[in-house]
């Protein structure tokens, strides 16, 4: 299994890393489980989605799991920014 740490690094993914020598030796030596998820409010996938897709296929190549998520829940109620009051619900 390749580190995909060194990879995520040597590529910028990381500006800065909490307890670093651990995250790479969890990537190196264990199949981890990453998600992204995505809100489905919009049209289509634009390139602001396009890091964590790589993220995801990085992590497949080195041997992890990567799971992609299209939110159930957030396309009828839509992606919660802050607002107090209740959001119009969306058809499905």
């Known amino acids: 299994m390749d580190n ?3 990879l ?8 800065q890393v909490t307890h670093e020598e651990e ?4 990537l190196g030596e264990q ?6 998820g995505f809100d489905p409010t919009a049209d289509s996938l634009h390139v602001g989605h396009l ?4 993220a995801l296929a990085h992590l497949q190549r ?9 939110g159930g829940g957030t396309v009828m109620i839509g992606d ?9 619900m969306l058809s499905v």
Not at 23 to 26: A, I, S
Not at 31 to 36: E, I, S, T
Not at 80 to 88: A, F, H, N
């Open 4 to 6: 995909a740490f060194d």
């Open 8 to 15: 995520f690094k040597e590529r910028g993914f990381f500006k």
């Open 23 to 26: 995250l790479r030796k969890v």
């Open 31 to 36: 199949m981890v489980l990453a998600y992204v």
């Open 51 to 54: 890091m964590g897709i790589m």
């Open 62 to 70: 080195a041997g992890h799991r990567p799971v992609a998520l299209v």
């Open 80 to 88: 919660p920014s802050g607002r107090t009051e209740l959001r119009k």
